[in-house]
């Protein structure tokens, strides 16, 4: 497979603006950067969003080219290192559009995440090109874009891997077709073994000489990149093309329902809802079975596997001991009337009877 350092010299050699600084210090970035700071091991999942892609209209944008993010993140993912690639291209953008007098703006495109930080090395390389409109050029543009979005952001990353080494040869290939430019692209390495850990941050991307871009001036608002020399003096920065990414991290992901052990979780809670002690055994050895496959997931934190477990359980006890009340009160037939002729049209009413003789045993 195609490493990020091959892609990346690729990169260079296409005289591709590689800035020295890029990054907006949290002092101009605007409310601040939320989420845990740093990003920890086995506590913290991580993601990567292109906040917003301005093409100024100087560049030909849409009349000669398409234009292409490319956003290729590294990290250990289930005891490997995995490369996971993202293309942000016409297909895509085309729903996110915004015409402008100056240009057209994008806003807001997950390219990575969220996935558990495991600890050690995150790379990150962010490339903004352009494609001349070539039938050939956009076709491959379009195939490796495809193939790009079918990742399942914040769920089972197996199958996706899979794929990764077509999506870095297409890449490859847009790279060698001389129609294919990088403009501007930057290659950044979190190590959280050496100090320099993933944080959340954002990152500026301009297609300008690094001498005439004013990053002291800089500021990111609410995802937006501003210039100014104050807060109150802020205007939307329209100099050039641009490409505003950030990375961001949190402690839990609310997608967690969407994962293949979602269903043996909820299968457990049923198994658990009855009185029949049988029925609790089984449902006891499935819990254990599942706490194993949770802390062996490669998609959750080991913090958030043994909360949801917590949960899970909670909820098999609360489903066993309904069970029994409701055991219970047949037994006892408790407000519960002979079984209704059901011509007479009392059905409801009767289950309306025992079903407020249970609610009124929580």
Not at 160 to 166: I, M, N, Q, S, V
Not at 176 to 199: C, K
Not at 230 to 250: C, D, I, K, M, N
Request: hydrophobic residues 40%; without cysteine.
């Amino acid at each position: 497979m195609l490493s990020i350092g091959h892609l990346w010299n690729i990169v260079k050699a296409r005289n591709t603006i590689v800035p020295g600084h890029a990054e907006i210090v949290s002092p101009r970035v605007i409310g601040g950067v939320r989420g845990p700071n740093p990003i920890m091991p086995e506590r913290d999942y991580f993601g990567i969003i292109v906040n917003e892609l301005f093409l100024e209209h100087r560049g030909k944008w849409f009349q000669e080219y398409d234009p292409l993010v490319l956003a290729i993140t590294e990290f250990e993912y289930g005891g490997e290192i995995v490369i996971l690639s993202f293309v942000v291209g016409p297909k895509l953008l085309g729903d996110y559009a915004t015409n402008m007098p100056q240009g057209m703006l994008y806003r807001n495109t997950r390219v990575a995440g969220i996935h558990p930080f495991r600890g050690g090395r995150v790379i990150s390389t962010v490339v903004l090109s352009r494609s001349m409109r070539l039938d050939y050029a956009r076709q491959l543009v379009k195939l490796v874009e495809s193939v790009s979005t079918a990742v399942p952001f914040g769920g089972d990353l197996g199958t996706y891997t899979k794929l990764a080494g077509t999506i870095l040869d297409g890449i490859d290939a847009l790279l060698g077709v001389g129609q294919t430019v990088p403009l501007v692209g930057l290659r950044q390495e979190f190590d959280h073994n050496l100090a320099d850990p993933i944080r959340p941050a954002f990152f500026a991307l301009i297609d300008a000489p690094e001498t005439d871009v004013p990053w002291t001036k800089l500021w990111v608002k609410n995802g937006s990149l501003l210039i100014g020399d104050t807060p109150e003096t802020l205007q939307p920065f329209r100099a050039a093309s641009y490409v505003l990414y950030s990375t961001h991290g949190t402690e839990h992901t609310t997608e967690i329902n969407t994962f293949k052990f979602a269903k043996d979780a909820q299968d457990i809670i049923e198994i658990a809802a009855s009185p029949e002690e049988e029925d609790w055994k089984r449902a006891k050895a499935e819990l254990l079975v599942l706490y194993k496959e949770l802390l062996r997931t490669p998609d959750l934190t080991r913090n958030q596997a043994k909360s949801y477990h917590e949960d899970i359980v909670n909820q098999a006890l609360a489903a066993r001991e309904r069970a029994k009340k409701i055991q219970a009160l047949s037994a006892s037939g408790e407000g519960i009337a002979q079984p209704p002729d059901a011509s007479s049209g009392d059905i409801r009413s009767t289950l309306r009877t025992a079903t407020s003789h249970l609610l009124a045993l929580d």
